[in-house]
């Protein structure tokens, strides 16, 4: 049912669909440029936890790539520099910091230039490979809860624009819908970019999947009207006892569905989970720019000088989440506990 990718490896460039442009215009770009790169994950013009970890990977690969120099001491000078302009583009989904981690390890006992550059290029595309698989396989896990008949309420962009692969959280109802079920989707606008309006509903069009798009602030009364039957989200970062980041209003819904009675799921996977924080109280939240909000592609909808909060995230506690789905197994309470289990791999063994 996937019929466009958003993100591609070109060999020695990056080709990559503007998300800023949907649902107006599909406008693909190509670059060599890691600065380009690292622009477009600031940007939005690529985003979603695990397009953001891809992308990080193949930018930090092309910077790799564009480097003249043989002595490794120059190399690795100049690569700790174009690290660290990845590392800033965004704070809060765990993806993008596990790549980086990643690519920096691979290169620690190379002998030569060339070989550092074999070993990021291989390493971003296993990367990408992985993050596709995950999502194709936690939709796979995830369908089961989607009962026949179901009206699901999602939040924000969840599917193959912010995962390359099947998706998180709508992945799992593209799953369920690919395996037969009938399923009616809720899709919250999502502020304050819109990325549900503008991007979930894009996505929907093209499975062929129905839909309703609602404003942010109809949720709970769907919910009391006995409209929505569960609800499924995604993540940008999981602390260890289940706290889940994720755009901002998810926290809003949860606690909504709580006080309904509708099962609330959380999709990610286990890329996002960052077990080196207790809590979600430790989960870094990025305050983007007041024009998000007090714009709307390029057109004021608030009087100038107006006083903005611009939070692109919020934390939901566990205690309002039904189950964590991933692609190693859906996790129950006692979130930590199970965790652990799925993501040490002494306890995997």
Not at 105 to 115: F, G, M, S
Request: some cysteine; aromatic content about 6%.
């Amino acid at each position: 049912m996937i019929i466009y990718q958003p993100l591609e490896w070109l060999g020695d460039r990056l080709r990559f669909l503007d998300q800023t442009l949907l649902p107006a215009e599909e406008k693909y770009i190509e670059t060599d440029d890691y600065r380009v790169v690292a622009a477009a994950i600031k940007e939005l013009k690529v985003r979603g936890a695990p397009v953001i970890g891809i992308s990080g990977a193949y930018g930090i690969t092309l910077g790799a790539l564009s480097l003249r120099t043989d002595s490794l001491e120059v190399f690795f000078k100049q690569f700790i520099a174009i690290v660290k302009t990845i590392r800033n583009t965004r704070p809060t989904a765990r993806n993008l910091f596990r790549a980086i981690e990643r690519m920096e390890k691979v290169i620690i006992e190379v002998r030569t230039v060339n070989e550092a550059k074999e070993l990021l290029v291989r390493e971003a595309v296993r990367i990408h490979e992985e993050e596709a698989e995950s999502s194709r396989k936690l939709s796979e896990l995830g369908s089961v809860l989607i009962s026949d008949g179901a009206t699901v309420l999602t939040h924000c962009n969840t599917g193959p624009l912010a995962t390359t692969g099947y998706g998180t959280a709508l992945g799992v109802i593209i799953s369920a819908v690919a395996r037969g079920k009938r399923v009616k989707v809720l899709v919250d606008e999502t502020r304050p970019l819109l990325q549900g309006a503008r991007l979930t509903t894009w996505e929907l069009q093209k499975t062929g999947i129905p839909f309703t798009l609602i404003t942010d602030s109809m949720a709970g009364y769907m919910m009391s009207l006995g409209k929505v039957d569960t609800a499924i989200v995604g993540a940008d970062r999981i602390a260890a006892n289940g706290d889940t980041a994720n755009k901002i209003g998810t926290f809003s819904a949860a606690v909504l569905a709580k006080v309904h009675n509708i099962p609330f799921y959380v999709a990610a996977p286990t890329s996002t989970i960052d077990r080196s924080l207790r809590t979600g109280r430790g989960i870094p939240i990025e305050e983007r720019q007041a024009e998000e909000v007090t714009n709307i592609r390029g057109i004021a909808i608030a009087p100038q000088g107006t006083v903005v909060a611009n939070p692109a995230f919020d934390m939901t506690p566990a205690k309002y989440i039904t189950a964590i789905i991933t692609e190693r197994g859906i996790i129950k309470k006692p979130y930590g506990k199970r965790i652990r289990e799925l993501t040490d791999p002494v306890s995997r063994r």
